[in-house]
């Protein structure tokens, strides 16, 4: 069984960069207080909490002077906030989140009603709705009332940075298919993270050419789940685990080739241990296999004398 890891995978650098920063903090400082969850992966907060970085949900748990925003970015106001309160703030936000709130920012500016194609719940697209001066929603369906959109008047349209871009294009395609006639202008800034489609593509390169995919990363990490997601679209075996201990023998019963992949929160030791477990797996079931070989042709070969059926060398010898 051949174990091939996916070309591009785990952290991104927005998250890789945002955890040394968290990790410099502490170091400095003792510890740091982050608003929210630096990665969507437990084992990894664990990890950064014992190094003394603690997340917060708001800024009145905050213990000390300063605050870190994580990767994900958060709204203009709790910039604001912040400076009321008399934070410090530590900004880990990614520079392609940014370039995403610049771009709602600048469409929200411009008269434009902004469209984010992305869950509405996840921290960096409620924080992009932040820029929007209120005139922007999120969504992952293009179903709107045509009233209300005839008030928007003009319409622009971005996407949360990790989304799928077949879907991406969907909405964009449903949306002018159905509001063309009833807006004056639909603009259309494609803000997927160039990391994230290497990530998804590599993703799917793979899945094409195993027989099973494993997909490494937090449960509650979107990424990780669109990869599985993406991956069992290709048609393939997926399976979407935490951790190596996961892995279950039955899955890998006559596969030649198992893939691994990994969501931008999933880190590099992770990875490689669930790739050492795999080959591990691999050893054992490759031995056991060679094992119940011979079991099996010493048995043959033992049942077969007894039967009156001697092998060629018994045969030879009888005849002197
Ligand atoms: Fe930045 Fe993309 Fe990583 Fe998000 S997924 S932190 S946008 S590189």
Same mark, same amino acid.
């Given at each position: 069984m051949q174990i091939i890891k996916a070309e591009d995978l785990g952290f991104c650098f927005g998250v890789r960069h945002a955890i040394k920063t968290a990790e410099q903090m502490a170091r400095q400082y003792g510890k740091v207080d982050t608003l929210?969850?630096?990665?969507?992966?437990t084992q990894v907060v664990q990890r950064l909490e014992q190094q003394g970085v603690r997340i917060v949900d708001? &800024? /009145? /748990?905050?213990?000390?002077a300063k605050v870190m925003f994580t990767a994900h970015g958060v709204g203009e106001k709790v910039y604001d906030e912040a400076r009321a309160r008399g934070l410090q703030t530590i900004d880990a936000t990614c520079p392609l989140v940014r370039n995403v709130q610049q771009a709602v920012r600048d469409l929200a500016n411009h008269g434009f009603f902004v469209l984010v194609f992305g869950d509405k719940d996840h921290v960096e697209v409620r924080g992009v709705l932040g820029w929007a001066n209120g005139q922007a929603l999120a969504a992952? @369906?293009?179903? &709107? /009332?045509a009233m209300t959109v005839r008030r928007w008047n003009k319409v622009g349209i971005v996407s +949360?940075?990790? +989304? /799928?871009p077949r879907r991406f294009t969907q909405f964009v395609n449903s949306f002018i298919s159905q509001y063309n006639d009833d807006v004056q202008e639909i603009r259309v800034i494609n803000t997927i993270c160039l990391p994230t489609r290497r990530q998804k593509q590599s993703a799917i390169d793979l899945a094409r050419r195993v027989d099973l995919m494993i997909v490494v990363g937090g449960r509650h990490s979107a990424n990780t789940r669109h990869l599985a997601e993406i991956c069992q679209e290709v048609g393939v075996e997926t399976h979407h685990i935490e951790?190596?201990? @996961?892995? +279950?023998?039955s899955w890998l019963r006559g596969r030649e080739r198992v893939g691994v992949t990994a969501g931008s929160s999933t880190p590099d030791d992770i990875i490689d241990r669930v790739v050492g477990h795999l080959e591990e797996m691999a050893r054992r079931a490759e031995s056991q296999d060679m094992a119940a070989h011979r079991h099996e042709a010493a048995f043959s070969a033992t049942s077969g004398a007894r039967d009156g059926y001697p092998d060629t060398a018994s045969t030879a010898g009888g005849s002197r």
């Open positions: 929210g969850d630096l990665v969507h992966n708001t &800024f /009145d /748990d905050v213990d000390g992952t @369906e293009a179903r &709107f /009332d +949360q940075t990790t +989304q /799928d951790r190596p201990e @996961e892995i +279950q023998v």
